[in-house]
């Protein structure tokens, strides 16, 4: 856990009070992810002028190491074989998560200057904050059109599961160029507290996608009675040995994606949600790739998804870390640190996000 080291003061010692603490207990995934009807709460504002209202300061300039790969095609090339990709959606309401993602990211990879930022958008003005805050950042912002999935989109449990830029990830191998190979895609509410390299250099082997497995949850779960009860559908997995994996943390060959076609496979599932006449699932864009991917995922350590710091969405309660080694804190659920921090009622471990946040005018 050399990462701890990272921190001083009260983050240090707040650090190494929750790492080493014999009381943390594991919970099931599937507890992160209950509905709520609270996801307006403590949002960036959202008017037309909101972006004025939006500052964040300056980031400190990272460099890379002397044993760094060089760039051969030029400093802005994003088909330079050297750089690590990686995917982030951004919006004005998760905005001061997403910056902070990124400032993890850089601040614990030795070679920062390596990383390239591949940003998904369906509205205005997001770029100018992201180069006003990273100078000197690789990044690219391509367009989501909303219209892409709405048709498709079935009402959820949760509102914000209903947001067309969920769905984004699912046309990465559309979006980004056909020179990018591979990508590292990443939700906006968690930080990195170790070198995204080494989730990057993760062996897929003939899988398409890598992530966290959790085979201990309730599989059953998410999807519902009807669906289980229908061969057509359940049939899907009759072969295969399913687990749940969060899909906010993935690694994905978007070589292998684009060879068959998974985007219209998730597509068809979405479909199929649509004109059945009972629904197969409650959730949003989660049970499509679990559709389409569950038992055939690459497993990837669970230090690089310590997710559901964000509680239940119902109540967003605070929770544990996980047993074991961390790479990465994720607050899925409904409560965020930013916004707990700002409505004074943070969780314990919403203290190791502060150290990421770049949200305010600088002094």
Known sequence: ??????????????????????????????????????????????????????????????RNADECR?????????????LVHVAITLDVEYLRGSIAAVHSILQHSKCPENVFFHFLVSENGLETIVRSTFPELKFKVYFFDPERVRS?????????????????????ADLLEPC???????????????DISKLWNTSLGKKTIGAPEYCHANFTKYFTEYFWTDRKFSGVFSSRNPCYFNTGVMVIDLNKWRRFGY?????????????????????????????????????????????????????????????????????????????????????????????????????
């Open 70 to 82: 060089s760039s051969t095609l030029g400093k802005s090339s994003v088909c330079d074989p050297s």
């Open 152 to 172: 498709l989109i079935s009402s959820s449990v949760r509102q914000a599961l209903e947001q067309p830029l969920n769905y984004a990830r699912n046309y990465l």
């Open 263 to 363: 985007s219209r496979s998730i597509e068809r599932w979405m479909d199929i949600q649509k004109t059945s006449p009972n629904r197969i699932y409650e959730l949003g864009s989660l049970p499509p790739f679990l559709l389409v991917f569950a038992g055939h995922v690459a497993p990837i350590k669970h230090r690089w998804n310590q997710h559901g710091l964000g509680g239940d969405n119902v109540r967003g309660s605070c929770r544990d870390l996980h047993p074991g080694p961390v790479s990465l804190l994720h607050w899925s659920g409904s409560g965020k640190p930013w916004l707990r921090l700002d409505s004074k009622q943070p969780c314990p471990l919403d203290s190791l996000w502060v150290p990421y946040d770049l949200y305010g005018q600088s002094t």
């Open 1 to 62: 856990m050399l990462w701890i080291m990272r921190f001083s003061g009260f983050f240090s010692t707040a650090m190494m009070m929750i790492v080493l603490s014999p009381s943390l207990q594991s919970f099931p995934p599937a507890e992160a992810i209950r509905s709520s009807n609270m996801d307006y709460y403590l949002r960036f504002p959202t008017s037309s002028n909101s972006m004025d209202k939006i500052s964040f300061r300056k980031a400190p300039v990272f």
């Open 180 to 194: 990018v190979k591979r990508v590292i895609y990443l939700d906006s509410d968690l930080v990195l507290v170790d």
